[in-house]
């Protein structure tokens, strides 16, 4: 019985975790390194009707609720667009999270991100 019990509850782990990591609603954060030191970005994502928004912030820079004028994905790749500020993020999903290219100005900077899962975490506990 607690075998079968272990059992379930791997498969609905695995399950669950399987339909987060492909779904980009949600935070989503990372550090770029700009001459050497971090810069942390974060992305706020919400999914309504199929369709996704989102908005930046750039804490490090006091800098909130930036709009992100195009969000797209199509798993796994991921695209974040501010045509104001010239800045666009082209990424990978995987079950890590996302990996990709951070373009402004001309300048490429390599920019992982990654979901913050603390509230899967507590409803598995």
Do not use: C
Not at 39 to 59: C, G, M, Q, W
């Amino acid at each position: 019985m607690k075998t079968k019990t272990l059992l379930q509850a791997i498969v609905l782990f695995l399950i669950v975790t399987k339909l987060y990591s492909q779904d980009l609603a949600g935070e989503w954060n990372g550090s770029l390194q700009i001459q050497g030191k971090p810069l942390r970005i974060v992305f706020h994502v919400t999914k309504i009707n199929n369709e996704y928004k989102a908005t930046l912030d750039s804490p490090d820079q006091n800098a909130a609720g930036l709009l992100v004028t195009t969000t797209s994905f199509h798993y796994p790749n991921v695209k974040f667009e501010i045509t104001d500020l010239g800045i666009v993020y082209e990424g990978s999903m995987s079950s890590e999270g996302i990996t990709g290219k951070w373009l402004q100005s001309g300048t490429a900077f390599f920019l992982s991100l990654v979901k913050n899962t603390d509230i899967l975490q507590k409803a598995i506990k």
